[in-house]
């Protein structure tokens, strides 16, 4: 008992020694840790969409932020809302062009679902996605891009515009063809 005594003997005893400067610093410390990590796991989570939506539209409501709810409401009331809807509309834009996919080993796949940033007159509105499509051959080769706007259903082949129908540039300057080489380069892509 002597040992114990001088041992503690000007400092806290085992039992009575909240009082002390390092106790109460030690306690704030364990409080503020503590509040922190209550505030980190209370906290909604902030999801990366690396500007595709399309990893989204498949879980569940629960797991989504509100704003990530809201994007995948609206592309699911929208008249393209699903993936299998693009590929529908790119097919049936592409069974009229047969300079688009004209070849048996192609295959078509929905890659993104990305946010259209300002209006594209008679495509989409800058509150639409729009679903893009890659047309590729078996050993994944890229033929075509398409994007189909949700708002409107509209297909927009993107690249290249059409693999017959390609703008090349001549030698000729353009002072020496002058108003005509628009013309021209514009017909070349019809």
């Not at 078996?138 to 891009?145: A, E, I």
């Not at 080489?181 to 514009?186: P, R």
């Amino acid at each position: 008992m002597a040992i114990w005594r001088q041992t503690y003997q000007g400092h806290c005893r085992p039992l009575n020694c909240w009082g002390t400067p390092i106790m109460r610093t030690l306690i704030s410390c364990v409080i503020a840790v503590a509040l922190l990590a209550w505030k980190l796991i209370a906290a909604e989570p902030v999801i990366d969409t690396s500007g595709s939506y399309l990893p989204f539209l498949d879980l569940p409501k629960e797991k989504l932020s509100t704003e990530l709810q809201k994007v995948v409401e609206s592309v699911k009331t929208s008249k393209v809302p699903s993936t299998r809807e693009a590929l529908r509309a790119v097919l049936s834009f592409a069974d009229d062009r047969v300079d688009y996919m004209g070849r048996a080993d192609i295959g078509v796949g929905a890659n993104t679902l990305l946010p259209v940033g300002r209006e594209v007159l008679g495509f989409a509105s800058a509150s639409d996605f729009v679903w893009v499509v890659h047309a590729t051959t078996m050993d994944k080769k890229l033929l075509q891009v398409f994007y189909v706007s949700t708002g409107t259903g509209k297909v927009l082949p993107v690249f290249p515009e059409a693999p017959t129908r390609t703008v090349q540039r001549t030698g000729a300057s353009r002072s020496a063809q002058g108003t005509n080489s628009t013309s021209s380069a514009t017909d070349s892509r019809r």
